[in-house]
T-cell receptor
Framework: DPKIIQKPKYLVAVTGSEKILICEQYLGHNAMYWYRQSAKKPLEFMFSYSYQKLMDNQTASSRFQPQSSKKNHLDLQITALKPDDSATYFC?????????????FGAGTRLSVL | AQSVDQPDAHVTLYEGASLELRCSYSYSAAPYLFWYVQYPGQSLQFLLKYITGDAVVKGTKGFEAEFRKSNSSFNLKKSPAHWSDSAKYFCALETGSNYQLIWGSGTKLIIKP
């Protein structure tokens, strides 16, 4: 059974719309992250949370807003979608933030913005 | 600035050969180094990591990597390669300054039967 659940697996959106990507982890981890993988760039760190607190934000645009309602949930709201937002978004978690901790990734949500 | 370079975008080998995927990093202090693998259509999976200690670290699926401080490299190795090793491999660096991983652009490995 997958320990990090991302929903939906595929998402098609129109330019200007808003979507929420869901992530839940059942590993008992304290830190959660969002990464983006697009065709032309290396895996890109977006956000990190530790104990439901935002720790790092490397996303230049405020259109991307993480939301943590529970310790094991970290959703990603994206507003005013643009075609350049098309990518696979991976949620990840680790026991604690950084250092020697190993990242565990979800299966990803593939977003296509038309 | 910290960075990770995987100079080979693609590597093709025949099954049974020895594989070595290159990774170099730029960081002035002691790095934490990781290798992850992404099989087609799947997410990233942890292979191994170097934190400190022995320069050769062993990971899952029969892989190992050697940390060489002298030339700032952390190459991934396996012998013999199997067709099931075909995947994209990512090297990553964590500097400890903000706990973010810096990723290489990946090497796509194709193992021919």
């Amino acid at each position: 059974d997958p320990k990090i659940i991302q929903k939906p697996k595929y998402l098609v959106a129109v330019t200007g719309s808003e979507k929420i990507l869901i992530c839940e982890q059942y590993l008992g981890h304290n830190a959660m992250y969002w990464y983006r993988q697009s065709a032309k760039k290396p895996l890109e760190f977006m956000f990190s949370y530790s104990y439901q607190k935002l720790m790092d934000n490397q996303t230049a645009s405020s259109r991307f807003q993480p939301q943590s309602s529970k310790k094991n949930h970290l959703d990603l709201q994206i507003t005013a979608l643009k075609p350049d937002d098309s990518a696979t978004y991976f949620c990840a978690s680790s026991q604690d933030r950084g250092g020697q901790n190993t990242l565990y990734f979800g299966a990803g949500t593939r977003l296509s913005v038309l | 600035a910290q960075s990770v370079d995987q100079p080979d975008a693609h590597v093709t080998l025949y099954e049974g050969a020895s594989l070595e995927l290159r990774c170099s990093y730029s960081y002035s202090a002691a790095p934490y180094l990781f290798w992850y693998v992404q099989y087609p259509g799947q997410s990233l999976q942890f292979l191994l990591k170097y934190i400190t200690g022995d320069a050769v670290v062993k990971g899952t699926k029969g892989f190992e990597a050697e940390f060489r401080k002298s030339n700032s490299s952390f190459n991934l190795k396996k012998s013999p390669a199997h067709w099931s090793d075909s995947a994209k491999y990512f090297c990553a660096l964590e500097t400890g300054s903000n706990y973010q991983l810096i990723w290489g652009s990946g090497t796509k490995l194709i193992i021919k039967p």
